[in-house]
């Protein structure tokens, strides 16, 4: 088999699982080689996806590096089936470009059974990448359940005083979301035709919405209440403040980078994609549900005491941004929506990784127990400004053009109301300035707080290196995201037609929307069949 013929997408999903396998092999040659093999593997990794990207024909709207399907369950049409498309892509991408951060962030912070923590890791990482490029529905589920139990682990073994609450609450709500959309899953396959019944996403996109409407609803809302969970939206959040405050750094790295964006991807993927009808009808509770969760979460951030609390509450603030765009349902705000996904796991994880620095240095996450760090800690000083305005939403860095193409799409949408969820939106911008702003004014102003350690040592090496990384991909997003929204465009444009065509006459409801499934196999860019066994 020649290079140009390996399955490399497969081989970038599970090249950390096999890592991780590695790692357990050579648990007994001590931490530093776990933490080197772990760097080895994610790099390799995010080198692979690179390539994977290289490759990527951002003109076309279709599945593209798609590998081979294996059957599974021949009876119910279930197969291994991985591709990628302009949307999931860029997620892959920022998976496999947080997952390296995360193995530098904890590098020092990890004291005790380093090799679990690192396998730990490597195996959440394989169920993300899993997640985003499964294009077979039960394939999709078993990924997103998959990561259940590293993160679980990452929370509950290496995370604070409180861990073991924070791990069981997480897994809880989480579970009870998988449990859902699986019942829309079988509940889905059952409501098509049975000659035509498949778990193949891209054909449940063309076939999908020909079902009646009010299954349609009942189906967006088992499937929808799984991935709300998950974003998280109001007033579903209340796991993710615990979850991140006992998390260790890398785990709220991870959590806050690329897990909350399963949620938001999911309800793009499948919701919108599968139920345009119920969209339709249930697209304003959501939009509501979205300007209420940017206020509350900025307000509730803006009391916080904890760095890492407040931080929490940014996410469910700006995530709002992101769900706003999805529904809004035009070109515009879902690429605002998508880019805003990877601005967000760049910001909010790159203010995550700085926090853990010193809180490995004071053992305190408390405002008040901060002060002067501007002279203490120059470099350190400058690095969480710079990410600090990013995460505002500052022109030239990264927030800026995924907040204001949502905050855009919003104001041009359909709905009735869509002036007034943009007008209210943007109030998140003006709060978002008031709580990071003050946290930075307390923290690196003002007198310095002695403390019995004496001064703070700056930026290591190693976190100098992970801090560098961040920082030149917030800078390129914000100052050139023209390669991402390029790419992506084509294959939001085909969500936006689909939705439209999908919500249209009776007719068209009617029958399967097969003319707008995209299109798969394409391996080495050659068109070639479907097997005729899924039918």
């Known amino acids: 088999m020649g290079l140009e013929h390996m399955p490399w997408l497969t081989i970038t999903i599970f090249l950390p699982a096999f890592g991780a396998m590695v790692l357990v ?18 790099l390799l990794t995010a080198v692979l996806s690179v390539g994977l990207a290289v490759g990527f024909n951002g003109a ?15 009876g119910l049409n279930v197969y291994y089936h991985v591709a990628l498309d302009g949307i999931s ?28 923590f690192f396998a730990c890791l490597m195996l959440l990482e394989t ?37 073991l609450y924070a791990a069981i609450k997480f897994f809880l709500y989480t579970l009870v979301g998988g449990v859902l959309m699986l019942a829309g899953i079988v509940m889905l396959y059952y409501a098509l035709p049975e000659g035509q019944r498949t778990m193949s996403i891209p054909k449940l996109l063309g076939l999908a919405p020909s079902i009646g409407g009010s299954l349609q609803i009942t189906l967006f809302i088992l499937f929808g209440l799984g991935f709300a969970i998950k974003v998280p ?36 993927r499948l919701c919108v994609g599968f139920f345009p009808v119920a969209t339709e009808m249930l697209g304003p509770v959501l939009m509501w549900l979205s300007v209420i969760g940017i206020i509350y979460g900025g307000a509730a951030a803006m009391w916080q005491k904890d760095m890492k609390r407040l931080i929490a509450y940014s996410s469910v603030s700006h995530l709002g941004f992101v769900m706003l765009g999805v529904f809004a349902l035009n070109s515009i705000g879902i690429q605002g929506a998508v880019l805003q996904m990877v601005n967000h796991g760049l910001s909010t994880g790159a203010l995550f990784l700085l926090v853990g620095m010193i809180y490995e240095r ?64 943007a109030l998140g911008v003006i709060i978002a300035a008031c709580y990071l702003l003050w946290m930075y004014k307390r923290v690196f102003y003002g007198e310095p707080k002695p403390h019995k350690d004496g001064p703070m040592a700056d930026v290591r090496p190693i976190e100098a290196t992970a801090a560098v990384m961040l920082l ?32 249209g006459s009776d007719a068209a409801r009617l029958q399967p929307l097969t003319a707008l499934a995209p299109k798969v196999g394409t391996l080495g860019g050659i068109d070639t069949p479907e097997e005729d066994d899924e039918q």
Not at 25 to 42: H, N, Q, V
Not at 100 to 115: C, D, E, F, P
Not at 137 to 160: D, T
Not at 475 to 497: D, E, H, I, Q, T
């Open 25 to 42: 092999m050579l648990r007994s040659a001590g931490d530093r080689t776990a933490r080197i093999a772990s760097l080895i593997f994610t």
């Open 60 to 74: 076309s709207p279709d599945f593209q590096l798609e590998d081979p399907k294996l059957q599974w369950a021949p």
């Open 89 to 116: 892509l860029w997620l892959f991408l920022l998976t496999t470009f947080l997952s390296v951060i995360a193995v530098l962030g904890s590098w020092t912070s990890i004291t005790k059974r380093t090799t679990t």
């Open 127 to 163: 169920a993300m990448l899993g997640v985003f490029s499964a294009i077979d529905l039960v394939l999709f589920y078993v990924f997103w359940e998959a990561m259940l139990v590293p993160m679980y682990l990452i929370i509950g073994v290496w995370g604070g005083e409180r861990r």
């Open 233 to 268: 939206m109001f007033p579903f959040h209340t796991w993710l403040p615990d979850a991140h405050v006992e998390a260790p750094t890398s785990g709220s790295v991870i959590l806050a980078g690329v897990l909350l964006k399963m949620g938001a991807y999911g309800f793009l």
């Open 362 to 425: 004071r053992h305190t996450r408390m405002i008040e127990d901060y002060g002067g760090l501007w002279d203490e800690v120059p470099v350190y000083s400058r690095i969480f400004l710079v990410v600090a305005l990013s995460s505002i939403g500052l022109p030239g860095l990264n927030g800026f053009v995924g907040e204001l193409l949502t905050l855009m799409g919003t104001f041009d949408s359909g709905w009735i109301q869509g002036q007034l969820w943009a007008i209210l939106g």
């Open 472 to 503: 030149a991909a917030i800078v390129w997003l914000g100052v050139y995201p023209a390669p991402v929204l390029r790419s992506m465009k084509p294959a939001v444009n085909m969500v936006v037609k689909r939705f439209e065509t999908g919500r």
